[in-house]
Nanobody
Framework: QVQLVESGGGLVQAGGSLTLSCAAS????????IGWFRQAPGKEREGVSC????????YYEGSVKDRFAISRDNAKNAVYLEIHNLKSEDTAVYYCARAMECRTRGTHIVIETAPHYPWGQGTQVIVSS
């Protein structure tokens, strides 16, 4: 499997906004579901959002759905995650990945990736108060 490359993170004040990008240089993203995940210091990686392939159906973890927006631009071969009204709890390394399945279970998102998925470096988001 080929890794995806995340970018767009940085140090942002609480209440600000960021747009994270997910790109692939060696294959086309269009046929695939893409999920965004994050891993905060000392915590496990968690899924936050996912977008289906061509139909662009979106899924969100309940705790972020009012502030996060996922989108894709197949012409640019990229998937984006907009984060608005950033909070300290958004501080994490954010990753994107090809998803085998995305669904919601109640208010929670479930994003399944392939076993032993080759995670990329991620992009660091630090929210200062």
């Amino acid at each position: 499997q080929v890794q995806l490359v995340e970018s767009g993170g940085g140090l942002v004040q609480a209440g600000g906004s960021l747009t994270l990008s997910c790109a692939a240089s060696e294959f086309t993203l269009e046929p695939y579901m893409i999920g965004w995940f994050r891993q905060a210091p000392g915590k496990e990686r968690e899924g936050v959002s996912c977008i289906s392939s061509r139909a662009g159906i979106t899924y969100y973890e309940g705790s972020v759905k009012d502030r996060f927006a996922i989108s894709r631009d197949n012409a640019k071969n990229a998937v984006y995650l907009e984060i608005h009204n950033l909070k300290s709890e958004d501080t994490a390394v954010y990753y994107c990945a090809r998803a085998m399945e995305c669904r919601t279970r109640g208010t929670h998102i479930v994003i399944e990736t392939a076993p032993h998925y080759p995670w990329g470096q991620g992009t660091q988001v630090i929210v200062s108060s």
